[in-house]
C-alpha cells in the first residue's frame, strides 16, 4: 500500500519535491490561501512549525486557487506575502488543485485516505489539514475551522515520547 513518502508533488520552483526526504517524520499537510478568510491560520502553523519541529514535525503549505480565487499569484507572490506578512518559514510549495480532474495526486490520496465530515472525500474549503504520521499513514483529516492550535495535541501523540 503507498505512503505519502511516495509522492513528489511540485515545489514552489517547479521541481518535483519528493516527500521520500520526509520519512520519519511527522506532516501537517495543509492546502493555502493568501486572500481567505482563514488566512490567519498561517500565524498558527507556523507557530506549530516552531514549536514541534525539533521533535520531528514539518508543516507543509499547498497553495489552493480553487476556492473563490483566493490564490491569484504565482509562487514568487506567494513566497514574498507568506514571509511579509506572516513569516512563514515551514516549506510553502507549488500551487495545486485538490479536487476535480485536475487534482494532485497528493490530495486525492489523502483524500481517500481520510474521508471528511459525512464521509465526503471533497475538500470543502482552504486550510484542510491532513496529520500524517512518521510512517506515512495519514492520522486524521481537520477541517479548515480547526485553529492549528487545536491540532498540538494531536501533534504532540504522533510524535511520541
Known amino acids: 500500500m503507498p505512503t505519502i513518502h511516495d509522492f513528489a508533488p511540485a515545489g514552489a520552483d517547479g521541481a518535483p519535491h519528493p516527500l521520500a ?13 493568501s486572500k481567505c478568510g482563514f488566512t490567519p491560520q498561517y500565524e498558527g502553523l507556523e507557530a506549530l512549525w ?23 499569484g504565482d509562487a514568487a507572490e506567494i513566497a514574498r506575502f507568506c514571509s511579509l506578512t506572516y513569516e512563514v ?11 476535480g480532474a485536475g487534482a494532485d495526486p497528493l490530495f486525492r490520496y489523502l483524500k481517500a485516505q481520510r474521508r471528511g465530515l459525512l464521509g465526503t472525500a471533497g475538500i470543502k474549503w482552504n486550510f ?3 496529520l500524517v504520521g512518521r510512517d506515512g499513514g495519514v492520522i486524521g483529516r481537520y477541517p ?5 492550535a487545536s ?9 511520541g515520547p
Do not use: M, W
Not at 501537517?28 to 490561501?33: D, E, R, S
Open 89 to 99: 518559514s515551514f516549506p510553502v510549495l507549488g500551487k495545486v488543485d485538490v479536487n
Open 50 to 72: 516552531r514549536r514541534h519541529r525539533a521533535a520531528g514535525l514539518v508543516v507543509l503549505g499547498f497553495p489552493c486557487n480553487q476556492f473563490g480565487g483566493q490564490e491569484p
Open 128 to 130: 484542510t489539514k491532513f
Open 151 to 159: 491540532l498540538d495535541g494531536a501533534i504532540a501523540a504522533a510524535l
Open 21 to 33: 526526504q520526509y520519512r520519519g517524520k511527522v506532516l501537517l499537510v495543509v492546502n493555502t490561501a
Open 144 to 148: 479548515p475551522t480547526a485553529k492549528p
